[in-house]
C-alpha cells in the first residue's frame, strides 16, 4: 500500500539503524526492518518522513491525550519559551510548576496536597518507594522495622531498580533479581490466567485475599503497598475485578500500611475518570502520575503525597530529615506550561464526557473482534484495551512466545495506516480522545483484518 521510500527516508533510516539504540526493542531485528521514521503529527495521526499517514492507535506509548499539535499546548508551550524554558527547583521556585501543582492537587482524589516533580513515570515511582521507606523512620511514632514493600506478580512500574524490584514481570525483571531489594508479592487479579488456579464466578477474590493475608503476616514489617489501580498496564492490560482496589486499600488502613498507587498509565482519563482510583473512592497516600500529565508533550512526573506524610519530613535542618532526592530538570518550565494546557483542554472541551462516548464505541467495535476463533479475551477499561490472541481458544493456550504472533499483527495493521504495539500476545489499543468516530472504526477494523490474516481466522 505505501510506495516505496524516498532517499530522504532511506538516508534516515540508515543513519537510525548506524546509531540508534531503541528502548525494549531486539536490535538485530530492528536493523533488518523498515522502520517508520516519523516527522510530524497531527491530531490523531502520525506522519512519517514520505508523508504517510498512521492512526496513532496507542497515543505514542499512552502518553498522548488530546492529539498532536493540539494549538492550545502548542500555544502555551511557546508562549512558555518566550519566557523562559527552565530554571532549577532547587533553592528557587518557578510560575509553571506553582500553577501545574495547584491544579493537580485540584483534580487529585482528597488527602493528596503535595506535589514532588521528577521527568519520568520510573522517577514518579522511585519518589514515592523512598518517600514511603524515609516516612515510617521520621513519623511521630516512628516504626523502623516497616522496611518492605508489597507489590503485585505482573506489575509494572518502570525500569529503573527501583522500580523494577517492585515490578512483576519476569521476561523484563528477571535477569536483574540479584541487583533488586526484596519485595512480598501478591498474586495479579488477572482472572483469565487466575494465578490461583480458581474460577472468577466463585472464587470470592482469593487473590485480594491473599494480599489481606500477606499483610497480616507481615504486620508491622510493611511500609507500603504499590498498585496500578483498576489496570496493570504493561503486565498485559489486565483489568482487575470491581472492588479488588478497595479490598486493598481497606487491608491497608487496617494495617496501617501506605498505599502507593501508580497512575503513570491511568491516569489523566484513561479509564473514564480523571484517576483510576476515583471508580472505587480510593484515597492514596501517595500517587504516581507522568505519561499523560503535559499531554504526551514533554517529559514530566508528579508524586503526590498526604500532608501526614509531608509533615513527616519536616523539622531542622540539623535533624536532616528531609528528602534529599531531586532531578536537574525537575518542574520543567515548559513541560509545566503544557501540563496546565493541557488539564484547560480537559475542562473547555468536557474531554471525560467525550471519553465516554468513545467507550462505549469501542466496546460495540470490539464484540465482533471478542467473537475472532484466536481471540482468548478482550478487557477494556474506558480506553484501555488489551485483545489477547490465542493458539487455542477452548484451552487458553497461548501461542509460542518465538512466534511474535502480537507483532505480526502490528505489522499487518501498519500496512492498514494503524500504528500500535503490542505487549506480547495481547495486542493494546489506547487511542488519544480526540479521535474520531471514522478514525476508531478504522483502527478496531485494522486490528481486526490483522488478526484474521496473522491467525489465519
Ligand atoms: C509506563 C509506566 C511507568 C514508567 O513510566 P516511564 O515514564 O516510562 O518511566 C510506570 N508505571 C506504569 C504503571 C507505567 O505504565
Not at 17 to 30: C, D, I, R
Not at 40 to 49: H, K, M, P, T, V
Not at 147 to 155: D, E, M, W
Not at 328 to 341: H, S
Request: proline share 5%; with cysteine.
Amino acid at each position: 500500500m505505501t510506495p516505496p521510500p524516498s532517499d530522504f527516508t532511506r538516508r534516515l533510516r540508515d543513519a537510525d539503524k548506524a546509531h540508534l539504540w531503541h528502548p525494549f526493542t531486539q536490535m538485530a531485528e530492528w536493523v533488518a526492518g523498515d522502520p517508520v521514521v516519523i516527522a510530524a503529527g497531527e491530531r490523531e495521526f502520525l506522519i512519517d518522513s514520505d508523508g504517510n499517514r498512521y492512526i496513532d492507535g496507542v497515543s505514542s506509548l499512552w502518553c498522548n491525550v488530546h492529539g498532536h499539535r493540539r494549538p492550545e499546548i502548542d500555544e502555551a508551550v511557546r508562549q512558555q519559551l518566550d519566557r523562559i524554558a527552565h530554571s532549577t527547583l532547587l533553592g528557587l521556585a518557578s510560575v509553571p510548576s506553582i500553577e501545574l501543582a495547584e491544579r493537580l492537587v485540584g483534580i487529585a482524589p482528597a488527602g493528596l496536597t503535595r506535589v514532588f516533580y521528577s521527568d519520568a513515570g520510573a522517577t514518579a515511582v522511585e519518589i514515592a518507594l523512598k518517600m514511603a521507606f524515609q516516612y515510617w523512620k521520621q513519623c511521630a511514632t516512628p516504626q523502623p522495622g516497616r522496611t518492605k514493600f508489597v507489590s503485585l506478580t505482573h506489575g509494572y512500574h518502570g525500569d529503573t531498580i527501583g522500580a523494577v524490584s517492585v515490578g512483576g514481570i519476569d521476561l523484563f525483571h528477571g535477569l536483574y533479581r540479584p541487583l533488586l531489594f526484596p519485595t512480598l508479592q501478591a498474586p495479579s487479579p488477572y482472572c483469565y490466567r487466575c494465578p490461583l488456579q480458581m474460577r472468577r464466578e466463585d472464587c470470592g477474590m482469593a487473590c485480594a485475599a491473599k494480599m489481606e493475608a500477606i499483610l497480616a503476616e507481615h504486620a508491622g514489617e510493611v511500609a507500603a503497598v504499590i498498585v496500578e489501580p483498576l489496570v496493570q498496564g504493561a503486565g498485559g492490560m489486565i483489568t482487575q475485578p470491581a472492588g479488588y482496589l478497595r479490598r486493598v486499600a481497606d487491608a491497608c488502613r487496617r494495617h496501617d500500611v501506605l498505599l502507593i498507587c501508580d497512575e503513570v498509565a491511568t491516569g489523566f482519563g484513561r479509564t473514564g475518570r480523571m484517576f483510576a482510583c476515583e471508580h472505587e473512592g480510593v484515597q492514596p497516600d501517595l500517587l504516581c502520575v507522568a505519561k499523560g500529565i503535559t499531554g504526551g508533550y514533554l517529559p514530566l512526573a508528579a508524586t503526590l503525597a498526604t500532608e501526614r506524610l509531608y509533615e513527616a519530613f519536616l523539622g531542622d535542618y540539623s535533624q536532616y530529615r528531609t528528602f534529599f532526592h531531586g532531578h536537574t530538570y525537575t518542574g520543567n518550565a515548559l513541560a509545566c506550561a503544557a501540563g496546565i494546557a493541557s488539564l484547560d483542554v480537559f475542562e473547555k472541551d468536557g474531554v471525560l464526557g467525550r471519553i465516554a462516548q468513545l467507550e462505549s464505541l469501542l466496546r460495540e467495535r470490539l464484540a465482533a473482534v471478542a467473537r475472532m476463533p484466536h481471540v482468548g479475551e478482550v478487557r477494556q477499561r474506558g480506553l484501555m484495551v488489551g485483545i489477547e490472541l490465542v493458539a487455542d481458544r477452548a484451552m487458553r493456550q497461548a501461542y509460542p512466545a518465538a512466534e511474535r504472533r502480537g507483532g505480526q499483527v502490528c505489522l499487518a495493521a501498519r500496512k492498514r495506516g494503524v500504528w500500535i504495539r503490542p505487549l506480547g500476545d495481547v495486542i493494546v489499543l489506547m487511542p488519544p480522545y480526540c479521535i474520531s468516530d471514522e478514525s476508531l472504526a478504522r483502527l478496531v477494523a485494522a486490528v481486526e483484518q490483522g488478526i484474521a490474516e496473522v491467525t489465519g481466522a
